[in-house]
């Protein structure tokens, strides 16, 4: 049979696992058209979530439209990402909006016309006249929004918006506008659902911009007593099962972290072709994921001044609570407090570490294994 694990994309039905706790917070805001800002490190299956939630409530009536902001790198690209998220979700078959979204564009000389294509999605056209100007897209994509009222006199409506703190690196100002829209009262009954993964950008956000917006919501790892099972019935329902205590080493090897549990449950499953999986199968599959990763890794801690490479090894000791004590110090090869914030500020933005449980680490549980063997630490597997 196919193998049953999958990672590096949102999952769905029998492949969504259990996060019944964060649903029951979300489901009743997004019914009730409230506001909501999650934030969790990249790879604890954030998106997986957001398409679950937007599945139950559609499947309640709710029109719900999400724009992932992953690729985008202007605000341009921005704006046209939460035009087709309104068009394709909240405002799907109510072509009058589109009329009305372009009269608002128009009014506003924002230099942008809008066009309905033959999907039933708008896209935002740049006037040619314009060519060299550049539109105020903060206006547009109040307009853009503003849309999301007009389209709440029919239905229920949600606009999830994923990778959210994009906002902030492409213009700083613009999660003001989402604060500015949560406050209008057009947007009465509007559930917006904004949802980051960069977690210390995320915080600063919600502390500069998304103040009393909606709810916080924090998503940590899926506890063990969760995850080990369900590793242990997909794996058991494909005819492979796990040893004991396999989906246990799993767990742990990838400390928790949704995706690369399921990464190394995958390359498991696969070293054990079609039989039984043992924990050397565990340890075969670890070495696989090492392998495929060791290249780029190479290259990024090559690529990295000596005091930050020298920080991330010290990491690849394991978690770290007192990175500002002496024997944290010497291992990263340092003398002062500032040198290691410094380091350490400039690791995060590369998501190659993150604060997590009051303690820092390597983001990557892969990488710090990788690392370790380098550095001659203790191998955990």
Same mark, same amino acid.
Not at 77 to 89: D, N, T, W, Y
Not at 323 to 338: H, L, P, Q, T, W
Not at 366 to 379: K, M, T
């Given at each position: ?238 005819? %492979?099962?796990?040893?004991? *205590?396999? !989906? #246990?080493?799993?767990?742990? &090897? $990838?400390? =928790?972290?949704?995706?690369? /549990? ?39 801690? %090559?690529?990295?001044?000596? *005091?930050? !490479? #020298?920080?991330?090894?010290? &990491? $690849?000791? =394991?978690?770290?609570?007192? /990175? ?58």
């Amino acid at each position: 049979m196919a193998n049953p694990f999958k990672y590096d994309e949102p999952v769905e039905g029998v492949d969504f696992t259990d996060r019944e706790d964060d649903l029951e917070t979300l489901l009743p805001l997004i019914e009730n058209g409230r506001n909501a800002v999650l934030m969790s490190p990249r790879r604890y299956g954030k998106s997986s979530l957001l398409a679950e939630a937007s599945r139950r409530a559609e499947a309640k009536g709710v029109r719900v439209g999400t724009a992932d902001l992953m690729g985008c790198g202007t605000e341009e690209m921005i704006a046209q990402q939460l035009a087709e998220a309104v068009s394709r979700g909240p405002a799907r078959g109510l072509q009058h909006l589109v009329q009305e979204l372009a009269d608002k564009l128009a009014r506003l000389r924002a230099g942008v016309s809008v066009v309905l294509e033959p999907n039933g999605s708008m896209k935002l056209e740049v006037a040619p006249t314009l060519a060299g100007e550049e539109p105020r897209w903060s206006d547009v994509i109040e307009a853009v929004l503003r849309s999301l009222g007009a389209a709440r006199k029919r239905h229920k409506v949600c606009l999830m918006v994923d990778e959210f703190q994009k906002t902030a690196e492409v213009n700083e100002q613009m999660p003001g506008i989402f604060k500015r829209m949560s406050d209008n009262s057009e947007m009465k009954g509007v559930s917006m659902v904004l949802a980051g993964s960069k977690y210390h950008v995320m915080q600063k956000i919600v502390g500069n911009d998304l103040e009393r917006v909606g709810t916080i919501m924090g998503i940590d790892v899926i506890p063990a007593e969760v995850m080990v099972p369900f590793l242990e019935e997909h794996a058991r329902a494909s005819g %492979q099962p796990f040893a004991t *205590g396999v !989906a #246990g080493l799993v767990y742990r &090897l $990838a400390e =928790g972290i949704p995706s690369d /549990v399921q990464q190394l449950a995958f390359w498991a499953y696969e070293s054990a072709s079609g039989r039984a999986v043992t924990k050397d199968d565990v340890r075969t599959g670890l070495d696989r994921v090492l392998w495929k990763g060791a290249a780029v890794w190479d290259q990024q801690q %090559q690529a990295l001044p000596s *005091g930050q !490479a #020298g920080v991330l090894r010290a &990491l $690849a000791h =394991g978690a770290v609570k007192s /990175v500002y004590g002496e024997d944290f110090k010497r291992r990263a090869g340092k003398s002062s407090n500032s040198q290691i914030k410094k380091a350490l500020d400039a690791l995060q933005d590369l998501e190659y570490v993150e604060r997590a449980g009051g303690a820092w680490r390597i983001s990557s549980p892969f990488r710090r294994i990788w690392l370790a063997r380098l550095e001659g630490y203790p191998d955990p597997a």
